[in-house]
Each structure stands twice: as structure tokens, then as C-alpha cells.
């Protein structure tokens, strides 16, 4: 793909090998400048999806597996049991039930139409980072609950000072993979998104090919270049506290 976004048009047909024999760097500024909307504006969109992607699961899927794990309430297995039970629906198959509710509630195409890959994200609607926190809060010795209980915190105490410091490596690999699952996301993204200068970077990837067929496979190799950037930035930024916490949850016991 490196390679490629360096190829011009006609060599790209024509060169199988990995590297170019003429560099063409121009395929990098005409992607840019491909759309009436800059590329910029497509990494801009992401960017916010992503990153309150990864705030909305960090908190909800956190406060969800705390009352599982440690806090006690009526049918808590039972719910958590139906919990678990959604990972075995595939998404595709919900995506017309929820396409319908959110159309319903006049979020599909409204002012901010980011409301229907958000909003979700906040209400702890990812069953496997919930489980993964779960399981995580299961290792904390309980002893540490009842040495804050009797020292006076209530149970909000208890998660702010015992469980919320303890639980960073789950909260780190939470927003990992929540930043990059959704930094990738198509299908969804493409369902809801109907403006041009809404659009983020995975439905703008498809746009450089058009209905004839025909496709600046150059300047779309360049900006999927461009693309996998965030994404390798952001695992390098928080890599050390991803291998923390594999090394923690193993000292675990």
C-alpha cells in the first residue's frame, strides 16, 4: 500500500512490484484536495467519533461492570446472563431495528447525525468491554472494599478510591480497542451518514472510486496511508500501559 500511494496511474497498472520506479509524492496532495471537502475535514470527523467513542465506553462500560462485580441487586446473574447473551447477536442484524428506533427519535440525519454511533456508546451497550472490566474487577481482592467501607465510604467512595485506580489497565485496553474498532468502522458509518462533509475517513476511503467504475487508485492508496496513522500513534502513546496491564492481570491471585 506504501508503495502504491507513491505510483502514478499508469504504473500502478503496469508495475507489480512493491516500489515504484517513478516516485509520484503528488498522489499525497491531490487526495488531500481530492473532494470539495478537504481530506482534513474526513480526519476531523473520525477524530470526534473515536474519541468520544472511547469516552463513552471507558464510563459506562466501567460503572456497568462495577455493579456487576462487586455491588449486590436483585437477578444481578440473571441480567448479566442476558448481558453476555447479546454478544451472540451479530450486528448486522440489529442494524434495522436500531436504524429504525433512531430514525424515530429524528436522530438520522439531523443536525449532529453522529447521534446514533455515540449515544449508544454511553448507555454500556458494549457487552465485551463490559465482561472484559468484569472479569478484571473480579481479581481485586475484596478485602480492599471492605477497608474503605469501614473507613467510611459508601459504595460511590469505594469505586472512586479503591476500584477506579485499580481498574486503568482495563480502562486503557478499553480504549484501545474501542478507538480503533471504531476509527475502522464502515458499515455503520455508512448507514447513518448522509452528508458529504460528515463523512469520516473509512466511507471517504470509497468515494475515490466512482460509479463507472473508474478510481484515483494513487491518491486512494495515499490517504489509506495517511489513514492507518492515528491508529498506530495512538497504540504506540499508551503501549506501555497495554503490556502494564497483560503483566498485571497475570500477577494477579
Known amino acids: 500500500m506504501l508503495g502504491t500511494s507513491f505510483k502514478s496511474q499508469t504504473e500502478i497498472l503496469s508495475n507489480s512490484s512493491a516500489w515504484p520506479q517513478a516516485w509520484t509524492p503528488g498522489n499525497y496532495s491531490e487526495g488531500w484536495t481530492h473532494f470539495d471537502v478537504s481530506m482534513g475535514r474526513f480526519f476531523f470527523n473520525s477524530a470526534l467519533v473515536s474519541l468520544l467513542t472511547v469516552v463513552g465506553n471507558a464510563l459506562s462500560c466501567l460503572l456497568a461492570a462495577y455493579a456487576f462485580a462487586r455491588l449486590r441487586f436483585r437477578a444481578r446473574r440473571l441480567w448479566f446472563a442476558v448481558m453476555i447473551g447479546t454478544l451472540l447477536l451479530p450486528s448486522h442484524v440489529l442494524i434495522v431495528p436500531q436504524f429504525i428506533l433512531f430514525r424515530t427519535f429524528d436522530w438520522v440525519g439531523g443536525p449532529f447525525p453522529y447521534m446514533p454511533l455515540l449515544v449508544p456508546q454511553f448507555l454500556a451497550t458494549e457487552a465485551f468491554f463490559v465482561f472484559l472490566m468484569v472479569q478484571f474487577m473480579r481479581g481485586i481482592p475484596r478485602e480492599l472494599d471492605e477497608a474503605a ?36 468502522d464502515f458499515f455503520r458509518q455508512l448507514v447513518y451518514l448522509s452528508d458529504l462533509d460528515k463523512y469520516t475517513v473509512p466511507v471517504a476511503l470509497t468515494l475515490f472510486i466512482d460509479s463507472t467504475g473508474q478510481s484515483a487508485v494513487g491518491p486512494m492508496f495515499a490517504m489509506s496511508v495517511l489513514s492507518l496513522l492515528p491508529v498506530f500513534l495512538f497504540f504506540v502513546a499508551f503501549q506501555r500501559m497495554l503490556v502494564e496491564g497483560i503483566n498485571t492481570s497475570g500477577l494477579k491471585g
Open 149 to 184: 467501607k469501614i473507613d467510611g465510604c459508601s459504595p460511590y467512595g469505594v469505586f472512586r478510591h479503591v476500584i477506579l485506580p485499580l481498574s486503568r489497565p482495563a480502562l486503557v485496553t478499553t480504549a484501545i480497542f474501542s478507538f480503533i474498532w471504531t476509527w475502522n
